[in-house]
Structure formats: C-alpha cells, structure tokens
C-alpha cells in the first residue's frame, strides 16, 4: 500500500507556543505580502492543549510582539502577577522567608502573567485557522523523510494496529506530508528533534542538554487562604544541597493554585524518587496548610530543558529548523521558557518569509541562528547562562550566593561560561553506594499515590496497539538495571509505567505499563543504559490535561 501524499510550503510538528506562534506569524506576513502561503500544523494531542503542561507565569513580550490586542477580552485564563515571595524549607516543618532584596533579580515577576499554558494555546490555536492554518490535532509526526541528505517531510502515525504491528479493523496508513520547510516544535526531548540531532551531529559543537522533571497540580482552595496573582517558589527541602530544584505555588484565577515541584534528572541517588519528593513537599506545614481542605483537580508531569544557551544545538539543517523547547530555549534564571519559545517561532517564521521577498530560497535557513543571535533572546539566554551550572558546580547554598551575585550585581555579565559536562543520566550512583530513602505513605488529604494521580492526567491509551516505549535490548532491566542500580525506572517514572514483578518461579521480570504514559520523556532521558525509547503512540494517546 502507498501513503497518501500532501505538499505544504511549510510543516511545522507540534502545536505549543514555538510552533502556534511560527503558524500565526507565517500565516501574517502571507496575508500581507499576498504570499498565499499553505502551511500545516501537526499536534499529537488529541486537541491543541492537551499535552501541554506548565507553571505558568510567562513574560508577554513575544506575545505583545505577535497579537498586540491579546489582551483584549478573555481569551484565556491569565491574571497579572501582584506579588512575589521566596521561602528556604530548612526542614518538614521550618521555613525562612527570603527578603526581596535577597532575591534574584529574574524571579521577580512585575507585569508578568500567571496564565494556564494549555489555555493559551488552545486561544493561539483558534488564531491560526482563523488565519488559514491547516491545524491537524491528533497526528503525530513518526518519521523524517529524507531525500538527498535534505528533510522533505515527515509521515503521520498509522492508526489501527494491534499490539504486534498487524492491521485491525478500521485501519488507516500514515500520511506523508511534504514541505520546503519542515519546522521542529515538539517540545522537550522531542522524539524527531533527537533523531535529528543525531543525523546532523547538531550538538558537536554544545554542551549536552540537561534536564528536570516538573510536576504540577492545579488545586481548588479555600478563598480565605486564596490571594490571586501571588507568585511564590520555594528551595530546600525535601531536596538536599546537592540536588537541584526548587517549587513554585501560583495563585490563579478561580480560587486556583497551581502548584509545583522541578527535580533536576542528574540526581546520583537511585533511591530517589521525584514523584515521592512532590509529596513529600506538599506535606510540608507551608503547602499543607494552605491545601487542606481543598480540592486536587489535575496533575501532571513533564520533562523540561535546563542545559541553557551552551546547550542549544545548531538549529538549522538541511529543510528543516527547530525552535523551542526541542531545542531547549528555556531561561533557568527567570524559570521561564514560553516567551523564548515564542520568539523562537515568531523568527522561523520571519526568516523563512524573508527569503521568499528576498528571492535568497535554499535548502538550508541559515539565517535564521543569525536572526536569532541579533534579537533579544539571546542576549536574555546568555545573561543567565551561568545559573544552572553555579548550582551544580556548588550546591544550593553556596550556589545560591553566587547567582544572586552574578544576577543583582552583573546582571549576568560576569566575564566567564561555567559548563556543565556529562549527561545526566550518567550520574547515578550504584545502588549499593547510595543512600536508602524510605517514603511514607500518602494521607490522600494531601499527599497521593501515582495511580490516583494518573487518573486525575486524563491518560488514556487504545491497549491493543504497539508499546511505544521501546527497549533496545530487553534483558537489560533485569540484568544490568536491576543489580547495579535497583532499576530506577520503578522510582523516577511519575506515572508507575515500569514495574519490576516477581513471578511465580520466583524470577524478576520487567514490566511496562505503556498506557499510564503521561508522555513525560522522563525515560528516555534518565535510564542508566539509554536503553529505553520513548516513540510517539497511536494519534490522540497520552494525557488530556485541562486548563494545565
């Protein structure tokens, strides 16, 4: 059987704010350069929002930048940023709260927005057909195609397999669709974005990406304790001083708060468990008295850029760039990411336009880096260049002191670059050299286990479909994971999609539940041997968070 065929000017893969934003721009400098420009936006969520997940407070620049008049009316769930707090957990139950002056400059947030990123991008959305966007939700891209060292394309998913790769009822073949100019959005540790990386050797010339992971909950809570547009984080417990991390508690709109923990995934100790860290932090007497009595809503978790502007890869190839958080724009020192993303796509877009005026069309958009070189955004990602790496190269204290030198008083012109080298998968320590750690268990007032906290995701998987979570050799987690490391895929998966059993005999054997996946990436970053892919599943698979 042959694919079906479709030709665009430009593809761009996935529907977050790098790619919403390149789509809107695109379709903008088409109408008012009579360009009639057809372009096609892949989203592998079941509708646009679905998989997206963040804090959020952003920085409206990109977006003042791309629709001046967003503002105007409710087009998504946002409120401005009243009031900014830090608080140090120096234990279960003590805290410290920071004085402003003691603040690093780049987590105040005046004239920021605590917005619902979901949201955002469901109102971006809406601006991209309104402007002639051929927006197709539930496709996701699963393959390049490549046509003389040149990306020409990518193929949709096939639908309708069973669990051993055969047709079912109903199936249908993957598209292939073809473009100029193929734009790479997927998001954090993007499943193309890394095949790329590796065809084009991208990343010879950075410093590996490093990563956290990043839960959140969205909570209903009394409106005694609520106070809208408060921004607070947290450092310290329950992280000790040598893993890096940090909370956030947002107060949105609606009596809401979104809460939060992010946990660095170079953490040496295998015992560790981030999800379990979560509870441990929402059972702290500063998060626990302001949820009792409340009501969880959602949760979520996923992965997230943290290697900074010495990690970005080249962004360009032959028929293709990619923006955003596939590429890893995320600010650590401000712990922002969407405004970068955006100004990211908004320049793909700008770029690719200008050559078409310019009449200067190649295989390759190596203006774009250029572009992007000579905007703000990389003056902003090289001022906090040396964030992350001081706090690992020092720990939380004494990192501490110099971030808040680096930014308050050079405003990230310090004249040096920390690198951070190693992958952090290749941090952990052996099972038997590492610290036990014994967690208790959930109250379910404040603290919960993972599978009722799946089910608050909206996870959802067709179960007789190929796993697409993919190991390379399957006698690994029992034979190399399990007595080296414990197998830490058990503890550092926040959606209990592996599980070492005992079976009758006695023998260990490894388990994947794929369809609790919340599509976090977590795996395929932190496994100890890099045996696990993760590969996009069936259209419409995965979580269906709300208003995230």
Same mark, same amino acid.
């Given at each position: ?11 761009? !893969? ?24 057809? !372009? ?33 009316g409710n087009n998504f769930l946002q409120t401005p940023v009243k009031d900014d707090k830090m608080l140090f957990l120096t234990g279960e139950r003590t805290s410290i709260s920071v004085p402003k002056f003691l603040m690093p400059k780049t987590m105040m947030n005046h004239g920021n927005r605590i917005i619902s990123l979901g949201s955002m991008c469901q109102y971006l959305g809406r601006e991209a057909e309104n402007l002639g966007v051929n927006v197709f939700p539930g496709f996701p891209a699963v393959d390049l195609i490549e046509e003389e ?17 055969? @047709? ?15 734009? &790479? ?13 590796n065809k084009y050797s991208l990343d010879e010339n950075s410093d590996p990406q490093h990563y956290g992971i990043g839960f959140k909950e969205v909570w209903n809570i009394d409106s005694e304790k609520h106070s809208e547009g408060l921004v607070m984080h947290t450092a310290g417990f329950p992280l000790d001083n040598n893993t890096e991390g940090g909370g956030f508690i947002y107060h949105a709109p609606n009596h809401q708060v979104f809460i939060g923990l992010i946990v660095s995934l170079d953490y040496a100790n295998p015992n560790l468990s ?26 979520? *978790? ?45 320049? *793909? ?65 310090? @004249? ?14 052996? &099972? ?43 006698? !690994? ?11 830490? *895929? ?9 599980? !070492? ?41 995965? @979580? ?5």
């Amino acid at each position: 059987m042959s694919r079906e065929s479709m030709e665009f000017d430009v593809i761009i !893969v996935g529907a977050g704010p790098a790619g919403l934003s390149a789509a809107v721009r695109l379709m903008q400098l088409s109408n008012e350069n009579n360009l009639d420009l057809s !372009v096609c936006l892949l989203e592998k969520g079941s509708e646009i929002g679905a998989h997206i997940i963040s804090g959020a407070v952003i920085e409206t620049r990109s977006l003042d930048e791309l629709i001046p008049e967003w503002d105007d009316g409710n087009n998504f769930l946002q409120t401005p940023v009243k009031d900014d707090k830090m608080l140090f957990l120096t234990g279960e139950r003590t805290s410290i709260s920071v004085p402003k002056f003691l603040m690093p400059k780049t987590m105040m947030n005046h004239g920021n927005r605590i917005i619902s990123l979901g949201s955002m991008c469901q109102y971006l959305g809406r601006e991209a057909e309104n402007l002639g966007v051929n927006v197709f939700p539930g496709f996701p891209a699963v393959d390049l195609i490549e046509e003389e060292g040149k990306i020409v394309g990518v193929i949709t998913g096939d639908m309708g397999l069973d669990k051993d790769g055969e @047709p079912k009822d109903g199936y249908e073949m993957g598209y292939e669709l073809r473009a100029k100019q193929t734009i &790479f959005s997927e998001g954090c540790r993007g499943n193309l974005g890394k095949q790329l990386i590796n065809k084009y050797s991208l990343d010879e010339n950075s410093d590996p990406q490093h990563y956290g992971i990043g839960f959140k909950e969205v909570w209903n809570i009394d409106s005694e304790k609520h106070s809208e547009g408060l921004v607070m984080h947290t450092a310290g417990f329950p992280l000790d001083n040598n893993t890096e991390g940090g909370g956030f508690i947002y107060h949105a709109p609606n009596h809401q708060v979104f809460i939060g923990l992010i946990v660095s995934l170079d953490y040496a100790n295998p015992n560790l468990s981030p999800f379990e860290e979560f509870q441990r932090w929402k059972a702290h007497s500063e998060l626990k008295g302001l949820l009792q009595d409340g009501e969880r809503i959602s949760y979520g *978790a996923r992965a997230l850029n943290k290697g900074g502007i010495q990690s970005i890869p080249k962004l360009t190839f032959p028929g293709g760039v990619m923006i955003g958080c596939d590429a890893g724009f995320m600010n650590g020192a401000k712990i922002k990411g969407t405004h970068t993303a955006m100004k990211s796509g908004i320049t *793909a877009a700008e770029t690719y336009v200008q050559s078409i005026l310019n009449d200067t069309q190649s295989d390759e958009l190596e203006n774009f880096e250029n572009h992007l070189k000579q905007s703000w955004v990389f003056d902003e990602l090289h001022r906090a260049r040396n964030f992350s790496p001081l706090q690992k190269k020092f720990g939380l204290l004494l990192g501490s002191i110099f971030i808040w030198i680096d930014q308050n008083l050079f405003l990230g012109r310090l @004249p040096f670059t920390l690198s951070a080298k190693g992958e952090d998968y290749a941090k952990l320590l052996p &099972f038997n050299k590492a610290t036990k750690k014994d967690y208790v268990k959930p109250d379910n007032v404040v603290t919960f286990d993972r599978t009722s906290s799946i089910y608050l995701s909206g996870v959802n998987h067709e179960e007789n479909q190929p796993c697409h979570l993919h190991l390379k050799d399957p006698t !690994v987690p029992i034979e190399k994971n399990l007595p080296e490391f414990g197998e830490p *895929a058990r503890l550092y998966c926040p959606a209990g999609v592996y599980e !070492v059993i005992e079976s009758e005999s006695g023998t260990p054997y490894f388990q994947i539940n794929a369809q609790n996946c919340i599509h976090c990436k977590t795996c395929d970053i932190k496994d100890p041997a890099q045996n696990i892919q993760w590969h996009c599943p069936e259209g419409t698979g995965g @979580p269906n968070y709300t208003d995230m």
